[in-house]
C-alpha cells in the first residue's frame, strides 16, 4: 500500500492532549536559553516576522526557526536541498533512499524515527518548527493537529499537494512545485537558494523537452499494487514528467494524480515502455518480476523487451526531486526506443 493521502499509520503511542499540551511548555521553557545551532545552515535574511498562506490557514515566524523537524520524505529532502541540516533536530519517515548528493547532510540529522515519531519522542526532539508532506502527520496520532500546535506555540507547514481540504490542493504543475519550495525558503530567511534550485530545474526541463527522448513513446507509469495496479493518470508528478520528455500517458486521460485501473486497461493499451516506482513499501523489482511471470502481462510488448525504467517514489511526487525523476525517465526512454 502506497503511503499517500493518507499515509499507512505506523501505530505511535497514544498521548493525551492535555499531557501533550503540558510537555509542549515544558520542552519551549527549557529551551529558551538554548544556544544557537551552528551558524553554516542558518538564515541569510532580517529576523523580522515572515508569513506564508498554507493549506488555508497563516503560517507566521517571528524569526527564522533553528529546530526544525521533518515528518516525510518530501519536506526532509526540501530542506536538505536548502542547506537547512545545522537546524535541523531531527526527522522521519523515508519512503526510499536519500539522493547521495545529500546522504552526508542527511547523516547528520538525527533520525526519530523508522516511520512516524510517537508524541513522546516527537517532543523529545524540543522542535520550534514542524514540516511535513501529508495531512496524516498532523493527527492526534503523531504531532497533533496543526491548530493544537499554533497554541502550543509549534508553527508548522503542510505541502499544498498534501492539504486535508481538497479543493485547496493547487493545480499539479512545475510552478507550484517551486512555491512550495519558495514558502519554506522564506520561512527559514533563504530565499536565494530556493531561487537557485528553481533556476536550475527551469534549464533542466527546457533541455528534456529539446532532447524529447520519450516522442513516439506509449508509456505506463506503475506505482504500486499488482492486484488493480495504481497508475500515473494525467494531472500528477508523472504526468509532468511524461509531458517533459515528449511520451505519452497511456492513461494521462483518467483525472487526478494517480488512479487503480485494471489490468485488462494495461493489456488493451500495450504500452511501449513502464516506468516502475521504487519504494521501500512495494519495489520496483517486485512489481517487474509479478510482470514478467503473469501469462498475460508478460506478452505486453514493455514486458517483452524489457522496457522498464526504473524511478525512486520520492522523484514520482511533486517535490524537489521531480526534475531528477524527469532526468531518470529522460535517460532511461532514450535507450528504448520503438525503433531498438
Known amino acids: 500500500m502506497r503511503p499517500v493521502r493518507p499515509v499507512r499509520p505506523t501505530g505511535p503511542t497514544r498521548?493525551?492532549?492535555?499531557?501533550?499540551?503540558?510537555?509542549?511548555?515544558?520542552?519551549?521553557?527549557?529551551?529558551?536559553?538554548?544556544p544557537a545551532p551552528a551558524a553554516s545552515g542558518g538564515a541569510t535574511g532580517s529576523a523580522a516576522?515572515?508569513?506564508?498562506?498554507?493549506?488555508?490557514?497563516t503560517v507566521t515566524v517571528g524569526a527564522p526557526p533553528e529546530r526544525l523537524v521533518t515528518l516525510n520524505q518530501g519536506a526532509t529532502e526540501v530542506a536538505l536541498a536548502l542547506g537547512l541540516e545545522s537546524r535541523m533536530a531531527g526527522t522521519a519517515y523515508l519512503d526510499d533512499s536519500v539522493p547521495e548528493k545529500w546522504k552526508a547532510a542527511y547523516d547528520s540529522v538525527p533520525v526519530?524515527?523508522?516511520?512516524y515519531p510517537t508524541k513522546e519522542n516527537l517532543l523529545a526532539a524540543r522542535p520550534d518548527f514542524l514540516y511535513a508532506s501529508y495531512s496524516s502527520a498532523f493527527t492526534d496520532k503523531v504531532a497533533g493537529t496543526r491548530e493544537e500546535l499554533r497554541g502550543q506555540g509549534v508553527?508548522?507547514?503542510?505541502?499544498?499537494?498534501?492539504?486535508?481540504?481538497?479543493?485547496?490542493?493547487?493545480?499539479?504543475?512545475?510552478q507550484a512545485a517551486w512555491g512550495e519550495l519558495n514558502d519554506v525558503a522564506k520561512v527559514f530567511g533563504v530565499p536565494e537558494r530556493a531561487a537557485a534550485i528553481q533556476r536550475q530545474q527551469e534549464q533542466q526541463l527546457a533541455q528534456f523537452t529539446a532532447t524529447a527522448a520519450g516522442k513516439g513513446l506509449k508509456v505506463l507509469w506503475f506505482d504500486s499494487d499488482t492486484k488493480t495496479p495504481f497508475v500515473g493518470a494525467g494531472h500528477g508528478g508523472p504526468q509532468l514528467v511524461l509531458?517533459?520528455?515528449g511520451a505519452?500517458?497511456?492513461?494521462g486521460d483518467l483525472p487526478g494524480s494517480w488512479q487503480n485501473v485494471s489490468w485488462e486497461k494495461v493489456v488493451a493499451a500495450d504500452p511501449d515502455a513502464i516506468v516502475v516506482a521504487d519504494a521501500d513499501w512495494d519495489t520496483a523489482q517486485s512489481k517487474i518480476d509479478y510482470l514478467e511471470n503473469d501469462p498475460v502481462l508478460s506478452k505486453l510488448t514493455?514486458?517483452?523487451?524489457k522496457a522498464f525504467v526504473t524511478v525512486p517514489f520520492s522523484e514520482s511526487t511533486p517535490g524537489v526531486l521531480l526534475a531528477d525523476g524527469a532526468a531518470r525517465v529522460s535517460d532511461g526512454l532514450g535507450r528504448l526506443h520503438p525503433a531498438s
Open 155 to 174: 508553527p508548522s507547514y503542510l505541502s499544498p499537494f498534501g492539504c486535508s481540504d481538497k479543493s485547496q490542493v493547487p493545480p499539479t504543475t512545475w
Open 112 to 115: 526519530l524515527s523508522k516511520k
Open 15 to 34: 498521548v493525551g492532549r492535555a499531557v501533550a499540551a503540558l510537555l509542549f511548555v515544558g520542552v519551549l521553557g527549557g529551551c529558551a536559553g538554548a
Open 302 to 305: 514493455a514486458v517483452q523487451r
Open 49 to 57: 516576522p515572515v508569513s506564508v498562506d498554507n493549506c488555508g490557514t
Open 248 to 251: 505519452r500517458n497511456v492513461f
Open 243 to 245: 509531458d517533459a520528455v
